[in-house]
C-alpha cells in the first residue's frame, strides 16, 4: 500500500512561499473551513459530500501538479490521500502532518485553532 508523504507545516509554507505549484485540498467541513483557514487558495472537497465531486476528481485535480491535503489534524486527508494514490492513481501526495492546527501552531497563530 503506497501512502501519502508527511510534510510537516512550516515545510509546506517554505515550498508555497517558493512558488511550487502545489495544489492545497482541504477536506474538511464548511464550518471548519470557516473557522480557520490558510491564507492560500485552496480546493474544497469535504469528505462529507464526497458523492457530490467524487467522480469529477480528474476535472477539480491536475495530475501533473504535486497536491497537499489538509485536515484538522491529519487523520481525514490521510485516509483521502491514501484514496488518491490508491484508487485514483495519483503519484504525488503529501499530507499535512497535523492539518491545520499544526499550522496554527507552527506557522501562522492567526489562524485560529479549535
Not at 56 to 66: A, E, G, K, N
Not at 88 to 106: C, H, M, P
Amino acid at each position: 500500500m503506497t501512502t501519502p508523504l508527511a510534510i510537516r507545516a512550516r515545510q509546506l509554507q517554505e515550498r508555497l512561499q517558493a512558488g511550487e505549484p502545489i495544489q492545497l485540498v482541504d477536506v474538511r467541513e464548511d464550518q471548519e473551513l470557516a473557522m480557520a483557514r490558510l491564507d492560500h487558495p485552496v480546493i474544497h472537497l469535504p469528505l462529507s459530500r464526497a458523492a457530490e465531486w467524487m467522480d469529477r476528481v480528474d476535472t477539480l485535480l491536475d495530475r501533473d501538479q504535486p497536491v497537499a491535503v489538509l485536515c484538522h489534524a491529519g487523520i481525514r486527508s490521510y485516509q483521502f490521500g491514501c484514496w488518491l494514490i490508491e484508487q485514483q492513481g495519483f503519484t504525488a501526495v503529501l499530507n499535512l502532518q497535523g492539518g491545520i492546527d499544526a499550522w496554527s501552531a507552527e506557522v501562522d497563530p492567526a489562524v485560529p485553532r479549535y
